[in-house]
C-alpha cells in the first residue's frame, strides 16, 4: 500500500467517527488507536475543526493513543540506561508529560539553567563541600523559598516538575531532586537518598557524607537524625538506607507516589497507565501499551 493511500484512509476513518451508526464508530476509534502516532496528526487537525462532535471524538482518540506514545518514550529512556542508569532529569521531564502533555520542558530546563547560574555566582572557587551544600539551600530555601508542602502533601503536583518549579513547593522527592538536576549541572556530588518514608538528599564523599533535608528547608542532618528520621516511620534503621538511590529507583518512587495519590482521588486509569511506566523501567522490552508491531 502507497503511503499516500495510507494516509487517505486515515482522513476517511476519521471521518467516519461521527457516523450515526455506533458500531462504525467504536470499530472506527480502535483503528484510529491502533494507527497510534501516525494518525495523530490527522486527529490533530480534526480537534480543530468546526464540527463540535468531530472535535470531541477525535480528541478522546488522542487521550486513549497518549499512554502508548508517552510509553515508547519511556522505554526510549529504559533502553539508554541498559547497563547504567537512567537521565533523572528525562525521566521527571516524561512524568511532566504524563500529568501536563503541554506542558514546555524546555521552559523547566532553562529554570534549572538559571538556578544552576546562580549558584556557581554564589560559589567561592575553594569552596569545601559544607559551603557548597550551604549555598545550595540558602539560593533554594532562603532566597527562592521553595518548601515542603506539608499542607496538601497528597496534591498531585507536588511531583510535576512544571508544578514545583511554578508553586515552590513540593515533596521530599522533588525538592532533592530539584537539588541534584542543579548541582548536577556545576558537576557537584550531590545525591538522592531513598530512606523509607522520607527522601533526603547528601553530598556524597567517601568518609563522612553531608546530609540535608529539602522538604525542611535543607536542614542539615546527622547519622543520628537519619536514623530517628527511619525510626519514626516504624522501620528498624539499616546502613543501606543511606545508600545514593539511582535515578531509576528514584523515578519509581515518583511515580509510586503519583499512583498511590490517584488511588486516593479514585482516578484508576491513570495510577493504572503509571504502573504500566514502571514496568518498562524495570524492563524495556516490554510495553504494555504497545498494540500492534509498527
Known amino acids: 500500500m502507497s503511503n499516500q493511500k495510507a494516509l487517505g484512509q486515515i482522513s476517511y476513518l476519521i471521518q467516519l467517527l461521527t457516523d450515526r451508526d455506533k458500531f462504525v464508530r ?37 487521550s486513549a493513543i497518549f499512554p502508548e506514545k508517552l510509553g515508547e518514550k519511556f522505554r526510549q529512556l529504559a533502553q539508554k540506561g541498559m547497563g547504567r542508569d537512567v537521565d533523572l532529569e528525562a525521566g521527571m521531564l516524561l512524568i511532566m508529560e504524563f500529568g501536563y502533555p503541554d506542558s514546555n520542558p524546555q521552559s523547566c530546563k532553562e529554570n534549572l539553567d538559571s538556578l544552576a547560574h546562580r549558584l556557581e555566582q554564589n560559589l567561592t572557587p575553594d569552596a569545601d563541600p559544607s559551603q557548597t551544600v550551604f549555598a545550595l539551600t540558602r539560593l533554594l530555601f532562603q532566597q527562592e523559598n521553595f518548601k515542603g508542602n506539608k499542607e496538601n502533601y497528597m496534591e498531585p503536583d507536588n511531583t510535576y516538575l512544571n508544578k514545583v518549579l511554578d ?25 538522592g537518598v531513598g530512606m523509607p518514608g522520607h527522601y533526603i538528599a547528601k553530598y556524597n564523599l567517601p568518609k563522612d557524607p553531608i546530609y540535608f533535608d529539602p522538604f525542611n ?22 546502613e543501606h538506607f543511606l545508600s545514593q538511590s539511582t535515578n531509576r529507583e528514584t523515578l519509581i518512587r515518583m511515580m509510586n507516589n503519583l499512583i498511590q495519590v490517584y488511588r486516593e482521588f479514585n482516578e484508576p486509569e491513570k495510577a493504572e497507565t503509571l504502573s504500566g511506566y514502571i514496568k518498562i523501567l524495570l524492563d524495556p522490552s516490554k510495553n504494555p501499551f504497545t498494540r500492534k508491531t509498527r
Open 167 to 191: 508553586h515552590k513547593t513540593g515533596l521530599p522527592i522533588t525538592l532533592s531532586a530539584l537539588c541534584i538536576l542543579i548541582a548536577g549541572r556545576l558537576g557537584l556530588p550531590i545525591v
Open 26 to 62: 467504536q470499530k472506527v476509534r480502535t483503528q484510529l488507536i491502533e494507527l497510534g502516532e501516525d494518525a495523530l496528526p490527522f486527529l490533530e487537525m480534526a480537534v480543530r475543526s468546526e464540527e463540535v462532535s468531530l472535535r470531541v471524538q477525535a480528541q478522546e482518540v488522542i
Open 217 to 238: 528547608q535543607g536542614r542539615l542532618l546527622t547519622h543520628a537524625d537519619c536514623v530517628q528520621i527511619v525510626e519514626q516511620f516504624g522501620q528498624p534503621f539499616e
